[in-house]
């Protein structure tokens, strides 16, 4: 991070891109007094506060891998790269604190695409309340994005995804599939203003969910959807050595717009949008049984929807609506496939 | 990070490439309780110290801008990546505490390439007193990598580079130029393990001098040279609003080898790769100059040499052997130019 500058004094072509982030971000860092120094110095300082302990999480966002630079709008890039970003801390049940940003760039993306994506990462920045502390840039011939997120959590309070026990209740947050969805509408030309595309192009991760069952100390295990239930939930399972039994016919699922009529239905199965879909980055979490009965049903105005529970064999199982059980086939999202 | 997981359970390529990050770089995560939860969560927790506050930055390191693949062996890459990111905690006068590993790698580098890379990083890790807390993985077609890393100083101890004042003297750590040298022979043929190479390939950041100088509130400004010191010292400057006048016949330069005779003498000039070579990670600092008197000439087993001064005016000037002076051109390591 030695490489971000406070000055153009050289005027070389890093200080000047750097000097074009700096100068678009940093009405947020004076929002915030716990980053000490920010950009323009070898790292920056930032304060925990007593009690609490630090959450630390990258996520890769790259052209071609995690989105497509002729598809995806340089402001959703720039939004999507933070709050994938602060997923992973929602589901720690933390609060985002501040941000690293490395982004490498090709040369004729440092105009208009630069300022887009700006704007873009700075509306998530100020929504998601997330200032940025620092970061580095490099020129490459394709845009490469690795973001750090450090949160904070009160002592002892963060949710892993280890601690989930036989007979817990699964929940998830709010609907599953409709990224994928959006991802689909726009891949077959969608335009990026389809309310259909939304949720894939600007998600919104569950921070306030997260941080109220924390804060409560209700969820046992908790993680974020981000690659597909059939993914993520053995993954849960897994850290916790159990299995889970999941009930199909609970599982809130993307509703197929009406207007596109029956090609649309056949082209779409909401239920295999919802149990392999990434990008809904809604969470899943287990809370024990005593627990789950109190649960409300609408968290932080986000609706919680209960869809399985939690068992003692190591089989993920689902469901369906006919009372047949199968194994669950993990069918999300891998970038190693 | 979601993207980390602590099990092979699901048998998907992701889990796969973790299993073996995990398996090789776990014995560091236990020797270091501050990491509360590592790898194998959404995020990892990590527990900052009291009267302390947090240094973070974070560093590309990438195929064929940062290193070559058919050059750079894979220890180098996995030791040089994270003690260049070091290098900066180092500047600040801070105390590595532990780091997150973004990478990407092509399907052909999963097998030897990974295992030597993680040998070199965990070298690394193990001698900088480092340990890995996290990180994210994905396939990309070639090899990239970007480190962030979390340190830790005293309340108000970070030094900046922004309170450098004219009259304070100027020092640097080693010798400058030797990394470039070795570079050069690395191009031209020579084999890694020629000793003239090993400062390109494993650089030591100077953490030890850094928080000598930080805990004593030693030095007003402080950064570490990582483009070159023509490219780095007009940054000090800008970031101080001063100027320098730098002595040429105080700076150490690279050694050429006699073994090469003549040619190598013609082919290197010491100063050029001295004022212009990037990748030595020395330390730039000021000291007022009272302090500067009674400051040793080796702090941790390094050397420490008066180059030049800080001056009102904001000109880099150097004065050569005939005591000629000259603005200093900004030669060093651009990835933009």
Tied chains: 1, 2.
């Excluded at 921070?207 to 690659?227: C, N």
Aim: net charge positive.
């Amino acid at each position: 991070m030695a490489r971000i500058t406070s000055s153009r004094a050289t005027g070389n072509g890093e200080e000047s891109l750097l000097h074009t982030i700096q100068h678009v971000q940093l009405p947020m860092l004076n929002r915030k007094v716990a980053v000490r120094v920010g950009i323009g110095d070898d790292a920056a300082v930032w304060q925990p506060r007593s009690g609490y302990q630090t959450i630390l999480t990258c996520d890769w966002f790259l052209e071609d891998t995690h989105f497509l630079v002729d598809r995806h709008p340089p402001e959703s890039v720039g939004w999507k790269c933070l709050a994938r970003a602060l997923s992973d801390i929602a589901a720690m049940g933390a609060d985002p604190r501040c941000f690293l940003l490395s982004l490498a760039l090709p040369k004729e993306r440092e105009g208009e695409w630069l300022r887009r994506f700006l704007k873009g990462l700075r509306s998530a920045s100020r929504s998601l309340k997330c200032p940025i502390a620092g970061g580095d840039t490099t020129r490459r011939g394709q845009i490469l994005i690795s973001l750090t997120v450090i949160g904070e959590c009160r002592r002892g309070r963060a949710v892993r995804r280890s601690a989930a026990r036989p007979g817990d209740v699964l929940f998830i947050t709010g609907r599953l599939g409709e990224a994928e969805y959006g991802l689909r509408l726009l891949k077959s030309g969608a335009k990026p203003s389809d309310p259909r595309v939304q949720k894939h192009l600007y998600p919104k991760p569950r921070l306030a969910v997260g941080q109220w069952l924390a804060e409560r100390k209700m969820a046992t295990a908790m993680m974020d959807l981000s690659d597909g239930l059939s993914t993520d939930l053995p993954r849960l399972c897994a850290a916790s050595s159990v299995g889970a039994l999941i009930e199909q016919h609970r599982i809130p699922c993307v509703r197929i717009s009406r207007t596109h009529g029956a090609p649309d239905r056949k082209r779409f199965d909401p239920i295999e949008l919802a149990a392999n879909g990434g990008d809904d980055y809604e969470l899943l979490f287990a809370v024990s049984k005593s627990r789950a009965e109190r649960l409300p049903r609408v968290i932080a105005g986000v609706t919680v929807t209960r869809i399985g529970e939690i068992t003692a064999n190591k089989k993920i199982v689902i469901v369906n609506s006919n009372g047949k059980a199968k194994i669950l086939v993990n069918r999300g999202w891998d970038p190693f496939r």
